[in-house]
């Protein structure tokens, strides 16, 4: 099979559908199908390189609230795919690890498990990767304040000797961050004003 | 030869080979003479800090060439980039063990304040788990601000009370960190 538009993937796998892309061929993949499809995908159809695996948090209220992000590049055709896959649980969100037939995706979806909480089923040995191992909360989550959550510091005989906890950080003014659409102008990065986060002011 | 920030005094045709002086002097001399810097690069900051160190603006200038990697047989840690908390464990594990006296420089907006990072994942000023010497604003600083510091680092160790802490080392070496004061 050459190189596959929406219609005759969807011949092959009737369970997709497709997704809006400015770019790319996108498409909506059922997590219980999503092994079998991506195993086709680099086996029969020259997607062979994963390049990224990321979610998002539609919302807190949003069901199904995380969706599971994959982009997969064909170096023999050179295009690429990108599959998205709902999952099914909201509080407790999980996909299939693609850690099996694609190694790379075992760091990314370490990395997608530390910062949005997504078990990926399968996985050879999903622990966090960017925050430390006993931290609590998953930080990209919608509902997860940037300055962040006081929690123990990492350690706990450095936090004694230390006497170091950690503490949200002090938004002064902040965050800063640009709108989405808009002129030139309207998209400039803008404080969004929080206050001051801390107890203590730093004297 | 005798200025304001030195205590000693000698002249060749009063005093011949014998120079007379005070411990304080003497002790603080040899160390802010030869001060081993710990390299804590973390971040871009780091880059610039070995800038410092090659020939171009070159710290062994100051006689500060001997970087090095191994707490134990050094005794300024250059903190030079971004302290996340998960680093911060390290940062200060790698503190302790250098043998005293010690001394900390925070260069960088990160390691002074946590810069642009006011975010979950970074330690807010590395001034929260170690006690900091001298402070070096920029973003990252030039290589001459950190030589700057780092000459403010020597006029500071010029003017410690050397015999006082070696007699009573606790009282004196336990600078209260920052949190220290929050909790
Ligand atoms: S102060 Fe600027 S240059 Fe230095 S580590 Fe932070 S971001 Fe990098």
Redesign the interface.
């Known amino acids: 099979m050459s190189q596959a538009d929406f219609a005759s993937l969807k011949e092959r796998f009737a369970y997709l559908t497709e997704r809006d892309s400015a770019d790319h061929l996108s498409v909506n993949c059922p997590a219980k199908h999503l092994l079998e499809f991506c195993t086709s995908l680099r086996d029969e159809l020259g997607y062979d390189l994963l390049l990224d695996v990321t979610a998002i948090d539609w919302d807190v209220q949003t069901s199904p609230r995380f969706t599971g992000i994959y982009h997969i590049l064909s170096t023999t055709h050179h295009n690429y795919i990108r599959i998205a896959s709902d999952c099914l649980e909201d509080a407790q969100p999980s996909l299939p690890s693609l850690a099996g037939i694609f190694p790379a995706a075992n760091w990314h979806e370490r990395e997608t498990y530390d910062m949005m909480g997504i078990r990926y089923e399968g996985h050879p040995d999903l622990k966090r990767i960017?925050?430390?191992e006993d931290y609590p909360?998953h930080?990209l989550r919608k509902e997860?304040?940037?300055?962040?959550?006081e929690v123990p510091?990492?350690?706990a005989d450095?936090a004694e000797?230390?006497?170091?906890?950690?503490?949200?950080?002090?938004?002064?003014g902040?965050?800063f961050v640009s709108p989405s659409g808009g002129t030139m102008r309207e998209i400039e990065p803008q404080a969004k004003d929080e206050s001051w986060t801390e107890?203590?002011e730093?004297h | 030869m005798s200025t304001e920030s030195t205590t000693l005094g000698y002249n060749s045709k009063v005093e011949g080979e014998v120079v007379v002086t005070q411990a304080d002097a003497v002790i603080n001399w040899i160390r802010k003479h030869s001060v081993w810097p710990m390299p804590m690069g973390l971040a871009c900051c780091a880059i610039e800090l070995m800038a410092v160190g090659a020939s171009r603006f070159d710290i062994s200038r100051f006689g500060m060439e001997v970087m090095r990697f191994s707490p134990r047989q050094a005794d300024c840690m250059i903190v030079s980039g971004t302290v996340t908390y998960k680093m911060a464990e390290v940062v200060r594990r790698i503190y302790e063990q250098m043998a005293e006296p010690k001394w900390v420089v925070a260069m960088g907006a990160c390691a002074s304040t946590g810069g642009m990072y006011r975010s979950y994942a970074t330690l807010q000023g590395v001034d929260r788990i170690i006690p900091v010497d001298v402070y070096v604003s920029g973003c990252p600083p030039r290589p001459e601000a950190l030589l700057d510091a780092m000459i403010k680092l020597q006029d500071k160790i010029g003017r410690e009370s050397s015999v006082k802490n070696l007699t009573a080392p606790k009282a004196v070496a336990e600078k209260p960190a920052f949190a220290g004061k929050e909790a």
């Open positions: 960017l925050m430390w909360y930080p997860f304040p940037l300055a962040g959550i510091f990492p350690a450095v000797s230390a006497n170091a906890k950690v503490l949200p950080a002090p938004m002064m902040g965050p107890k203590e730093q």
